[in-house]
T-cell receptor, first 113, second 117 residues
Framework: GNSVTQMEGPVTLSEEAFLTINCTYT??????LFWYVQYPGEGLQLLLK?????DKGSNKGFEATYRKETTSFHLEKGSVQVSDSAVYFC????????????FGQGTRLTINP | GAVVSQHPSWVICKSGTSVKIECRSL??????MFWYRQFPKQSLMLMAT?????????EQGVEKDKFLINHASLTLSTLTVTSAHPEDSSFYIC?????????????FGPGTRLTVL
């Protein structure tokens, strides 16, 4: 079945550091890929998405490229801020039937000033 | 656009009572809504898929008689936790998919924290 594996956290960085959170997936066909962010006590917000191979999703300085050959969708940001502290979820949608989302386990990111 | 609300944002109830949580799509029609449960420091667990005008589809291991889902309109789905017990305490999150879109994107509500005493 479909699955998503994220780099284990927690991740702690200093402000202005470079961020990478790894995400790989297993799926049949060509899923859409997403990164969602969850701030404490809140629901999930879509951070970025990519719907086909080689697409690059970007938002708020974050980027991720849909790599079919490596089945990956790694999240990157060149210079993180304290306000980026949150939990990040990688997810895929298989685009069939109910189009359920399959989530990774989440990566907790803490940015220290 | 694509805003999803949940009500209430938190609720505390006594063991044995029932609690209803509402999920609304505020500015779009949602033929499909999803209900998730999240335990502390864990990922989201899909409980059920709710389709407007039809019965919900529950994931394996989720008791349909305990977690009643109703999707009576294109903008409202409700989750009722019947005869709640302390082990039902959790963070419940709903999401909705915009009718007619095919990329699988879901828009999430802010969540409802349920505490059963």
């Amino acid at each position: 079945g479909n699955s998503v594996t994220q780099m284990e956290g927690p991740v702690t960085l200093s402000e202005e550091a470079f961020l990478t959170i790894n995400c790989t997936y297993t799926a049949t066909g060509y899923p859409s890929l997403f990164w969602y962010v969850q701030y404490p006590g809140e629901g999930l917000q879509l951070l970025l998405k990519a719907t086909k191979a080689d697409d690059k999703g970007s938002n708020k300085g974050f980027e991720a490229t849909y790599r079919k050959e490596t089945t990956s969708f790694h999240l990157e940001k060149g210079s993180v801020q304290v306000s980026d502290s949150a939990v990040y979820f990688c997810a895929l949608s298989d685009l069939s039937g109910a189009q359920k989302l399959v989530f990774g386990q989440g990566t907790r990111l803490t940015i220290n000033p | 656009g694509a805003v999803v609300s949940q009500h209430p944002s938190w609720v505390i109830c006594k063991s044995g009572t029932s609690v209803k949580i509402e999920c609304r799509s505020l500015d779009f029609q949602a033929t499909t809504m999803f209900w998730y449960r999240q335990f502390p420091k864990q990922s989201l667990m899909l409980m059920a898929t709710s389709n407007e005008g039809s019965k919900a589809t529950y994931e394996q291991g989720v008791e349909k008689d305990k977690f009643l889902i109703n999707h009576a309109s294109l903008t409202l789905s409700t989750l009722t936790v019947t005869s709640a017990h302390p082990e039902d305490s959790s963070f419940y999150i709903c999401s909705a998919r915009v009718a007619g879109t095919g990329n699988g994107e879901q828009f999430f509500g802010p969540g409802t924290r349920l505490t059963v005493l």
